[in-house]
């Protein structure tokens, strides 16, 4: 198994923000995390990403235990995360972005490699056309669309060549048509590259034509996996979560 959860708990005084998350995810599978605000989606990415540790349980990518790792080692294992809102930087072009995150790659982010470092270019065309961005290449960030800044983003994690993408929220504050561009970006990348996919989402809309497994998470727990019409068809997930209107 390519991703195993097990047990994660985590607390924050009297708050308890995970109470034993587990979950598996294979190499080249593409899993879709649903709840509420303050289930416990965010906490259990920042213990993924090493910016929090558990107070027990753990945490293994590919056989190797990340819970517990700081940040900086579990990024260099292969997991990139993307945040809610556009971590892209206003002055660069989108040809740049991408240069940046390829060299980063190639030279494992050491500053004098990094600074002798040529080429990459058709290698980037290539990735820009597959996301539909080759006309935004010599483009400054500041003046992109929102759903191009968020597309952008995704493809600079892929060029820096995570081996686990983690997504939070990624379609939010986009257009419907923004939104199944980005659904099929996703589909597009796991195709390509096998690389495994983790989603934080609230629209559901995005969750279902995504067409992906889901874990639903409530109070710091996994209360229930499986397709979109199986988690919909569940009274506890109807009830505390989704609503009659997603009947």
Known sequence: MFLTVRELKKSFGGIHALQGVSFKLDAAEIKCIIGPNGCGKSTLFNILTGVLAPDSGTAHLDGTQISGLPAHRVSRLGIGRKFQVPGVLSDLTVMEHMEIALAARDTDGLLLRTLGWRGGRAAILKQLETAGLTDYAGQIASQLPHGIKQRLEILMLV??????????????????????ATIDLIRRINKETGMAILVIEHDMAFVRNLSCPLIVMMR???????????VRADPQVRAAYLGDHHA
């Open 220 to 230: 710091g727990q996994v209360i229930r996996e499986g397709s979109y019409d199986e």
């Open 159 to 180: 060029a820096r060549g995570a081996r686990l993408l983690l997504l939070d929220e990624p379609t939010a504050g986009m257009t419907a048509a923004e939104t199944q």
